[in-house]
């Protein structure tokens, strides 16, 4: 355990309440590394949500069952009186455990990782504003400077995964990792095999689990993205400001290059997730769900001002705003505005004009450094930020086209990618499957179509990468808050 970590389960721990309740007005209990630590480290569960989701986790644990104990990190609201009185009460700022540093707001802003380090110097006297800056650039460049993991032992670790928890985050989080540190080094071909092997698993887990999640209360979560405007609704107050930023074909891949970039500019998560995306993983269905809030349609059109009006009509006050963001130029946000939605569509070009995962990495990297920037104006104006995406994307090998037979018996022009194909009659959908026998991995469910493996409708041969089936990459999204 490190020395704060300790000293910061010292600080919320005392009392002799089997409960104790956190208030963190800094945050820094919530951050995603900090909770980790803690909960690897903690005698006790500990758990961090708002007022609200501590009231339904103490409803169905610790009412049910007086013998255990929980520390809870209350993120938004206030406990009722009813189980306050029956708790340990703490307020913990992190600035509290660096008394002799002036700047308080700065130390509050820095990640686990530097402020360990910070405190395992035990600097004795007055440390001013200057001097801790000076502090956490030799830190900082300390970090930078440390070599990549060999690529090797991620190669191994990748395929040493066995029987993989889909349903806990941090699994496609270890992948996505991994598989980074692999493609950095130009080595996708030595973990290609493993990549199938494991979304071979997960297509088992999404036929368990899939049809459920889109019906599903979105209350704690939204399990799929049909959910998110009602997860908003339930979970957050009217006057609270809440912006929803949708990167479009945002895999897990490219949310952990964002991630390292927000980090860089001290915005840590406060909790990160997954949903699924709509299957078929394309835009018109599942950036559809996300703002319509239901089950998508077929016959829908693609446009912002319709995602606009979508966004709109689901909040009678707080003057809802949209943008669609084409550039670098700063969002023009009303004072007023207490719900924000904001679409980029920046990475799926990128996505669209790489044939290679080295050369897609190599473009979110420039891509995540200049978006992890409009992070800094929404956190400024006072946004609570969810991140998520439509859908991801995934490398994949021409198998054949589409004939002009089966192109004549689709649905439209949407109907029908590289990875999904929607017909007009289940007969026709019936026979296109039944032709197909077992020469790739396929969903199938009435009248629509789509491939599980890195398979696509193109030219034999062809490799790109694209979206529409329900691999891993393509359905598993990020469901993230800051």
């Keep these: 355990m490190s020395e704060l970590i300790n000293e910061i389960l010292d600080s ?21 590394d900090v909770i980790q630590e803690l909960k690897r480290e903690s005698p006790t569960d500990v758990v961090v949500g708002s ?15 007086p013998e255990k104990s929980a520390i ?29 540093f002036v700047d308080k707001e700065t130390i509050s802003r820095q990640s686990l990782d530097i402020l360990s380090k910070l405190y395992n110097k035990h600097i004795q006297g007055i440390v001013t504003a200057q001097r801790l800056k000076d502090l956490i650039a030799d830190l900082t460049s300390s970090c ?58 997960f297509q088992h887990y999404l ?50 290059v964002l991630r390292t970039a927000l980090e860089d500019l001290h915005i840590s998560p406060t909790e990160e997730d997954w949903t699924y995306s709509w299957i078929p993983s394309i835009t018109c269905l599942s950036r559809q769900a996300i703002f319509a809030g239901k089950h998508p349609t077929i016959d829908y059109t693609q446009s912002p001002n319709n995602e606009r009006l979508a966004w709109q009509s689901h909040w009678q006050t707080g003057f809802p705003q949209y943008f669609y963001d084409n550039g670098d130029e700063p969002l023009h946000i009303s004072n ?7 679409v980029t569509v920046a990475l799926d070009e990128k996505m669209h004009s790489s044939t290679s995962y080295v050369e897609l990495l190599a473009l979110t990297k420039i891509w995540a450094k200049s978006f992890a920037t409009r992070f800094v104006q929404l956190k400024e104006a006072g946004f609570d930020i969810i991140l998520t995406t439509d859908h991801g994307n995934v490398l994949a090998k021409g198998w054949r086209p589409f004939t ?5 018996h689709l649905y439209g022009k949407a109907s ?67």
């Design 72 to 100: 809870y990190i209350l993120s938004t609201g206030d406990m009722l009186p009813d189980i306050s009185t029956k708790a340990n009460n703490v307020r913990f700022k992190i600035a509290e455990l660096f008394p002799n």
């Design 207 to 256: 036929d368990n689990t899939y049809w459920n999640s889109i019906n599903a209360n979105p209350y704690l979560k939204p399990r799929c993205v049909n959910g998110i405007v009602s997860h908003i609704r339930d979970n957050y107050q009217p006057g609270q400001k809440v912006a929803l930023v949708v990167v479009d074909v945002m895999a897990f891949l490219q949310y952990g």
């Design 144 to 201: 930078v400077a440390e070599p990549v993991k060999d690529f090797g032992e991620a190669i191994v670790n990748l395929k040493n995964i066995d029987n993989p928890d889909w349903s806990d985050v941090a699994t496609i989080r270890r992948i996505s990792e991994l598989f980074i540190k692999v493609v950095d080094n130009d080595r996708y071909d030595e973990i290609a095999e493993t990549i199938d092997n494991l979304n071979f698993e």
């Design 404 to 408: 002009p037979t089966e192109k004549a």
């Design 12 to 32: 919320i721990s005392r009392g002799f309440h089997p409960l104790t309740i956190v208030s963190n007005p800094d945050g820094f209990l919530a951050h995603e």
């Design 416 to 482: 029908r990618g590289h990875r999904h194909a929607i017909f007009m009659q289940k007969d026709a959908s019936d026979q296109f499957v039944s032709d197909l026998g077992y020469s790739i991995q396929y969903l199938h469910k009435q009248s629509w179509f789509a491939i599980r493996d890195n398979h696509s409708f193109a030219s034999t041969g062809k490799v790109e990468i694209t979206h529409g089936g329900s691999h891993l990459f393509e359905c598993m999204i990020p469901f993230i808050k800051f």
């Design 336 to 342: 007023d505005c207490k719900r924000l939605a904001l």
């Design 51 to 65: 007022d609200i989701q501590l009231r339904v986790h103490y409803e169905l644990n610790l009412r049910r069952n």
